[in-house]
């Protein structure tokens, strides 16, 4: 079956309402957007048109012993030997009468140790905020960063405090979130779009964590980020030298290429989808004389985002200048056309600002 995709054109007020001081005019609100908040302003720059039986156990009767005509049961699986001739039975002893001494209450309460019945009032001791998955103390959490090559980070996370932990990670306006493990251990790759790179974690209900660390090699590389919830369906698909659906320069979530191949760039993804309030972003980076044809968004059209509007943010990192985020919106088609794939180019919206970085480059 062929899929039927519905492009979707960008209303030419995105572009005149957009501004480069956007990222830092509406980053709070829009992190507030995406951790669902309901009070968060979330700001608009574009329009986008439509396009049972039960078996009982089987019970045996018991069996009774046959009485014979003196009236004691008949002890049928006892073999009776015949008296041999000239042996006398020998005599039993006489026993002194006993009566057994009754059990009573008196040797119960002498015998059982007291067990005290706890009062009314007594409640289970809280559990200790610093006491680790084990219940052993666990120390503050620590955030590492270390980079790695391609303009890359890597974010080491130890809390031991906080096992099995939805959490959210913030760096340079984009956001998403992730899960500790049973050990409160967390490690991702992340590509850096600044050279002083800052990264915060934050945890519901605790103070923030933050890390900075230096980042070589951006001066090379083009990155472009697209962010959204995860229930949105949202896919980052990128095409190079000409490429079609499929080929070798079709990059996307199916297809995000090893990030040390020699040619073309590269999808980093992050998030966890399985958490509580997913965010997810998708980060493209490429060298500089990378030949970028398109760069667009699709969406699948599913029950759950049919007849809705959606919304995402593209950030832009190039040479030499400050991320610049702009936020979509897509109006989705009604539930009818469930099973298409509605697309979004972007590639108006950031073949002027690659063009420029290479010229300077």
Do not use: W
Request: proline fraction near 9%; aromatic fraction near 4%; include cysteine.
């Amino acid at each position: 079956m062929q899929i039927r995709r519905r492009a979707v054109t960008i209303g030419t007020t995105f572009f005149l309402a957009a501004a480069t001081g956007h990222l830092m005019q509406n980053a709070d609100s829009i992190a507030a957007f995406l951790r669902g908040e309901s009070n968060a302003e979330m700001p608009v720059v574009t329009h986008v048109e439509p396009t049972s039986a039960v078996i009982a156990p089987s019970v045996k009767a018991p069996i009774q012993p046959e009485a014979d005509t003196s009236g004691h049961p008949s002890l049928t699986n006892i073999r009776a030997e015949a008296p041999v001739a000239g042996r006398t039975a020998p005599a039993l002893p006489d026993l002194p009468a006993a009566e057994p001494d009754p059990f009573g209450a008196t040797q119960l309460s002498q015998s059982a140790a007291p067990v005290e019945t706890p009062t009314p009032e007594a409640t289970a001791p809280e559990a200790d905020a610093t006491a680790g998955v084990f219940g052993l103390p666990c120390g503050a959490p620590v955030l590492s960063l270390e980079p790695a090559a391609r303009g890359m980070l890597r974010v080491a996370l130890s809390a031991p405090c906080f096992p099995d932990q939805r959490m959210t990670v913030s760096h340079s306006g984009i956001a998403f979130s992730a899960m500790t493990d049973h050990g409160g251990e967390y490690e991702t790759m992340l590509s850096a779009l600044a050279p002083e790179a800052e990264v915060t974690v934050e945890f519901s209900g605790a103070e923030p964590l933050t890390a900075r660390q230096r980042v070589t090699g951006l001066d090379s590389l083009i990155r472009v980020a697209v962010q959204a919830k995860a229930d949105a369906g949202i896919e980052f698909h990128i095409f190079e030298d000409g490429a079609g659906y499929g080929d070798a320069g079709h990059v996307s979530p199916q297809a995000p290429r090893d990030r040390m191949a020699e040619r073309g760039g590269f999808l980093n993804i992050l998030g966890d989808p399985t958490v509580e309030g997913p965010i997810l972003t998708q980060i493209y980076s490429a060298p500089l004389n990378t030949q970028i044809d398109t760069l667009q968004v699709e969406v699948a059209v599913s029950p759950a985002n049919c007849d809705r509007i959606l919304s995402a943010e593209t950030l832009i990192a190039m040479p030499g200048s400050a991320p610049v985020s702009e936020v979509l919106t897509i109006a989705m088609p009604d539930c009818a056309a469930v099973g298409d794939i509605v697309v979004m180019d972007l590639s108006a919206l950031t073949a002027d600002r690659i063009v420029s970085a290479q010229a300077m480059n």
